[in-house]
């Protein structure tokens, strides 16, 4: 663990996450004010009881002090205290790295039961890629498989409101249960490398799709389309939703979906429900048809090289859906110019509804939590 005080750069990132999440949550917007009326409490008719029952399984194995550790209120501010970076300046929850082999199986399961099988399967290769560059860097107290913090947020329920959230070096994902309703964003993926060509997990790869199919679509344009869809030459250095940027203010940018031919549309669409998919079946369809609502609205940029082998950033923005995808510079491997080798993705609910805030808001409109009462009081 980090010495107090912390470096300075360390300090410093600290004070800006402190002061970010003192900041009351608006969620991402264009100008500063959430559109309403985009997000409803509502059957889904997929039922969320396979995810209640594994992380009640997963809270029965924990000791005292572990459960001590995972559990926070259902409004704690920890939902917004998740970073990507590896050192453990705001880490919570109950590691997996303390847990037993079966603790950890149970956390796992909590995990694999609310992601798609290619979800959890890209959320376990990140893992071990994140093993991986602990071997590299023989740095194992900042790089690791386990290196991973577990938290639950409220009681897990079949109707009241509670979530979970899994926390570390390139592996966020944040989840909101609410009856038969699913909220999985922030989502935040990454890898350094995202190819292992050695060692137990050798051919290890991720975001091969994510890369290819983005270049597809952007290979799709004709010269006018392309100089639309491209909106700067330099990457960001970072996706601009990253942790600590629930507020951020981003305009739309880009070539808009109606401004594509069917076969292109086609492509981007390939492309939204790659990242759609990590949700579990069902729930992703809910939320593609969500997202489906809003494709006049949607905008496809891109910064960066054209070529196959170019590195390169691009985004897909909707009043519901925030996508984003980056090439990294090297920080564990020994590169300062952004390569393949490390990429970012962040998937993002605009308009108040990441962390499902904005269901959150509706349901306590409607109900009247009194203290030390089990029932619900409609107001």
Known sequence: MLSNPLPEGLQRYRDNAEAAVATPFKGITIDGTPVPGLFAIQATGVST????????????????????????????????????????????????????????????????????????????????????????????????????????????????????????????????????????TPMFMGSEPVIALSGPYAGTRVFEAEEQQGLAVLHSLNPGQRARAIVSADLPGEVLTAAFRDNVELKPEGIRWGELSAGQQSLLRRLLDTYLGRIRPGHARVRSEEVARHLDETRFAWIGGVADDSVFYYRIHSPVVLIEFDHQRGVALDNDQPSRQHIHTVIRTPNGNDYGKDLLRQHHAQFDHQPGRQQHVRR
């Open 49 to 184: 009881q396979p995810i209640v029952t594994a992380a009640v399984a997963l809270l029965d194995s924990l000791g005292p002090e572990q459960a001590g550790r995972a559990r926070f209120p259902l409004g704690t501010d920890a939902w917004r205290r998740w970073s990507n970076i590896h050192p453990f300046v705001m880490r919570h929850g109950v590691p997996l790295d303390a847990m037993t082999s079966a603790q950890r199986e149970r956390a796992l399961a909590l995990v694999q039961v609310t992601l798609s099988e290619a979800g959890y399967r890209l959320a376990r290769d990140v893992m071990r890629l994140n093993q991986v560059i602990a071997e590299i860097t023989n740095r194992p107290d900042e790089y690791g498989e386990w290196l991973y913090w577990l938290s639950v947020m409220g009681t897990p329920s079949g109707t009241e409101p509670w979530g979970w959230q899994i926390d570390g070096h390139h592996l966020i994902v944040n989840c909101l249960v609410l009856g038969d309703q699913l909220v999985l």
